[in-house]
């Protein structure tokens, strides 16, 4: 199985992505910017790490996403050569979350491989709404879905969070990341 991966340089490439940022789901469009091919040469390699085991997928509103399979084990011999392949891999989404200026951003749903979340992107404190809308028009092209979001104060986030909220809970149960988180842990 590794041998097929390590010996094809695009499914190296590829692999390479999903171990560099392995909470992150991306779409077909995405992996084959990165990829520098077409979207239908990603969704073959895509589909063959998946049958390698080391991809999971989902799909939302007729479009496909892929994520890194966390439960497949690698070996760190393969771990090491795989990433060997990878290019810099600059993490724009979360480049233009910071832009925002939150006080914290949490991405969750379509972004971490939960298309059936309530929410895709938690903002908390105060956001310019201009450049929210501008996030998400070029994110939603991006992701080819509408996006969910949230913004909400410190005060609000703290209490719901200490109070085991539903919502914030379904977030930190589930794979997300940690964008930035300047409101203190628990």
Not at 124 to 151: C, H, P, T
């Given at each position: 199985?590794?041998?097929?991966?390590?010996?094809?340089?695009?499914?190296?490439?590829?692999?390479?992505?999903?171990l560099?940022?392995?909470?992150?789901?991306?779409?077909?469009?995405?992996v084959?910017?990165?990829?520098?091919?077409?979207?239908?040469?990603?969704?073959?390699?895509?589909?063959?790490?998946?049958?390698?085991?080391?991809?999971?997928?989902?799909?939302?509103?007729?479009?496909?996403?892929?994520?890194?399979?966390?439960?497949?084990?690698?070996?760190?011999?393969?771990?090491?050569?795989?990433?060997?392949?990878r290019?810099?891999?600059?993490?724009?989404?979360?480049?233009?979350?910071?832009?925002?200026?939150?006080?914290?951003?949490f991405?969750?749903?379509?972004?971490?491989?939960?298309?059936?979340?309530?929410?895709?992107?938690?903002?908390?404190?105060?956001?310019?709404?201009?450049?929210?809308?501008?996030?998400?028009?070029?994110?939603?092209?991006?992701?080819?879905?509408?996006?969910?979001?949230?913004?909400?104060?410190?005060?609000?986030?703290?209490?719901?969070?200490?109070?085991?909220?539903?919502?914030i809970?379904?977030?930190?149960?589930?794979?997300?990341?940690v964008?930035?988180?300047?409101?203190?842990?628990?």
């Amino acid at each position: 199985m590794f041998e097929e991966i390590l010996n094809s340089k695009k499914l190296s490439q590829a692999a390479a992505i999903f171990l560099s940022l392995p909470h992150r789901s991306f779409p077909i469009a995405e992996v084959a910017t990165f990829l520098r091919v077409h979207p239908g040469t990603a969704s073959h390699v895509l589909s063959r790490l998946q049958q390698n085991g080391l991809m999971r997928s989902f799909s939302k509103h007729g479009k496909k996403y892929y994520f890194f399979n966390a439960r497949k084990e690698l070996p760190p011999w393969a771990k090491n050569k795989i990433l060997k392949f990878r290019r810099p891999i600059e993490d724009k989404l979360t480049e233009s979350v910071k832009k925002l200026l939150p006080k914290a951003a949490f991405l969750s749903g379509v972004f971490a491989g939960y298309a059936n979340l309530p929410v895709d992107i938690l903002l908390v404190g105060r956001i310019d709404l201009k450049k929210l809308d501008a996030f998400l028009r070029k994110w939603q092209g991006i992701m080819g879905v509408e996006l969910n979001y949230s913004v909400m104060s410190a005060k609000e986030f703290l209490s719901r969070r200490d109070t085991f909220d539903k919502f914030i809970k379904d977030i930190f149960d589930h794979r997300h990341m940690v964008v930035v988180d300047k409101v203190g842990k628990k």
